[in-house]
């Protein structure tokens, strides 16, 4: 077991988000003008409902809608719009627009990464938790073989573009999802976790987007000192190791899992490693204030086989897990599998 704690930012990080008001009206139209040529990514949800705002502010650029949801995260999609840019006649000095969640950010990504060896692309995240976390840093991927983000780069965007007036449209749902990535976020950030506990309402839409700025801070702080995941940059994997094998096996959404993920994560701190249990147990009572989902549907020994399959084990086949274990601290834990099936079943009958 490996016990890292997460220090305080070191510099101002000069990031390439910007926090912006009337982004479709004006600061992407804005930023547009810079390039030769754009195409614009979305999904068919986004497209529903801010089709008519782009073809006001953004006349004659060309849109291209995924069928929503994280079953189309995949190759056929990939490739669909690698098509769609080549037909749109994009060029090395033209720009793809990812407006929409994370799929449709993640795709996007890896598509203005592939197509001619890597085009601008410009991020503008309409979900709680694209734009605290996954328009920033860089992680583009489509799942494949079922495993969750097996196919992807790190490149990072010319510029993301965060306007909580999105917000307004999202169902519940996708509140709970964004608030998952920010507990993990507050179980990194001791200033955080202290708002987040003290917060009346979490879903306030107004205490949201005041507390999406320091996310995003706090994120691009991480991902500047180490961009391509060698080392501190694993602590945004918190929870997520149990998170994506619940994720490949439910249909919750990635935040609902990852605020599962914690839950167990935090348990398993609690049997394995040297840990503050009264702080797990208030990160753990958080993450249960968001959550909606009934923990007794998780199936424990399908997510824990699933578990075998993610990027971050070890080749010897143990499962390694970023566990929560104390403010603003984690361990790595890495557990032979039958060993960590185990517990997730002993958690789960201890939890319901
Ligand atoms: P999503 O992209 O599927 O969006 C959720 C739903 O909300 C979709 O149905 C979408 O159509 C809809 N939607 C989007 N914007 C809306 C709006 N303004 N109003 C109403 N509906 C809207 O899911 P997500 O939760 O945004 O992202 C999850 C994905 O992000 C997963 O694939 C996960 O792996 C990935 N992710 C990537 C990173 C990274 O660093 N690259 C980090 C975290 C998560
Ligand atoms: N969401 C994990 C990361 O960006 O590293």
Same mark, same amino acid.
Do not use: W
């Given at each position: 077991?490996?016990?890292?704690?997460?220090?305080?930012? %070191?510099?101002?990080?000069?990031?390439?988000?910007?926090?912006?008001?009337?982004?479709?009206?004006?600061?992407?139209?804005?930023?547009?003008?810079?390039?030769?040529?754009?195409?614009?990514?979305?999904?068919?949800?986004?497209?529903?409902?801010?089709?008519?705002?782009?073809?006001?502010?953004?006349?004659?650029?060309?849109?291209?809608?995924?069928?929503?949801?994280?079953?189309?995260?995949?190759?056929?999609?990939?490739?669909?719009? !690698?098509?769609?840019?080549?037909? @749109?006649?994009?060029?090395?000095?033209?720009?793809?627009?990812?407006?929409?969640?994370?799929?449709?950010?993640?795709?996007?990504?890896?598509? @203005?990464? !592939?197509?001619?060896?890597?085009?601008?692309?410009?991020?503008?995240?309409?979900?709680?938790? +694209?734009?605290?976390?996954?328009?920033?840093?860089?992680?583009?991927?489509?799942?494949?073989?079922?495993?969750?983000?097996?196919?992807?780069?790190?490149?990072?965007?010319?510029?993301?573009?965060?306007?909580?007036?999105?917000?307004?449209?999202?169902?519940?749902?996708?509140?709970?999802?964004?608030?998952?990535?920010?507990?993990?976020?507050? +179980?990194?950030?001791?200033?955080?976790?202290?708002?987040?506990? %003290?917060?009346?309402?979490?879903?306030?839409?107004?205490?949201?987007?005041?507390?999406?700025?320091?996310?995003?801070?706090?994120?691009?702080?991480?991902?500047?000192?180490?961009?391509?995941?060698?080392?501190?940059?694993?602590?945004?994997?918190?929870?997520?190791?149990?998170?994506?094998?619940?994720?490949?096996?439910?249909?919750? %959404?990635?935040?609902?899992?990852?605020?599962?993920?914690?839950?167990?994560?935090?348990?398993?701190?609690?049997?394995?490693?040297?840990?503050?249990?009264?702080?797990?147990?208030?990160?753990?009572?958080?993450?249960?204030?968001?959550?909606?989902?009934?923990?007794?549907?998780?199936?424990?020994?399908?997510?824990?086989?699933?578990?075998?399959?993610?990027?971050?084990?070890?080749?010897?086949?143990?499962?390694?897990?970023?566990?929560?274990?104390?403010?603003?601290?984690?361990?790595?834990?890495?557990?032979?599998?039958?060993?960590?099936?185990?517990?997730?079943?002993?958690?789960?009958?201890?939890?319901?």
């Amino acid at each position: 077991m490996k016990i890292i704690t997460i220090k305080a930012a %070191s510099a101002a990080e000069k990031s390439v988000v910007r926090c912006r008001k009337k982004v479709m009206e004006k600061a992407l139209p804005a930023a547009l003008n810079g390039y030769r040529g754009a195409l614009i990514f979305t999904d068919t949800n986004v497209y529903g409902l801010y089709g008519k705002k782009l073809a006001r502010y953004l006349p004659g650029v060309p849109v291209f809608a995924m069928p929503a949801g994280e079953k189309n995260k995949n190759a056929e999609t990939l490739f669909s719009l !690698l098509g769609a840019m080549a037909e @749109a006649g994009l060029h090395r000095d033209s720009v793809l627009v990812a407006l929409g969640g994370g799929v449709v950010g993640d795709v996007g990504g890896l598509a @203005a990464a !592939l197509y001619m060896r890597g085009i601008a692309c410009i991020q503008v995240p309409t979900t709680l938790l +694209a734009q605290v976390d996954s328009s920033v840093g860089g992680k583009t991927a489509i799942d494949f073989r079922g495993v969750k983000n097996l196919v992807g780069a790190f490149r990072q965007p010319a510029l993301v573009l965060a306007d909580p007036a999105f917000f307004g449209t999202l169902p519940r749902r996708e509140i709970c999802c964004g608030l998952g990535e920010i507990v993990k976020h507050g +179980a990194l950030s001791a200033p955080l976790f202290e708002r987040l506990v %003290s917060a009346p309402d979490l879903f306030d839409l107004g205490f949201l987007a005041g507390i999406v700025p320091e996310n995003i801070a706090f994120k691009a702080d991480v991902v500047r000192r180490d961009p391509h995941e060698t080392g501190l940059r694993k602590c945004l994997n918190l929870g997520h190791t149990t998170g994506h094998a619940i994720e490949l096996c439910t249909d919750l %959404s990635h935040g609902e899992c990852v605020l599962i993920g914690l839950i167990f994560e935090a348990e398993l701190a609690k049997k394995y490693a040297v840990c503050d249990g009264a702080y797990l147990d208030e990160l753990i009572a958080l993450c249960k204030r968001v959550l909606s989902c009934d923990l007794r549907s998780v199936d424990v020994s399908a997510a824990a086989e699933l578990a075998r399959l993610d990027k971050k084990n070890e080749t010897n086949g143990r499962v390694v897990v970023c566990a929560p274990r104390a403010r603003a601290s984690y361990a790595l834990l890495t557990l032979g599998y039958g060993e960590y099936a185990h517990a997730l079943a002993e958690i789960k009958e201890k939890l319901c």
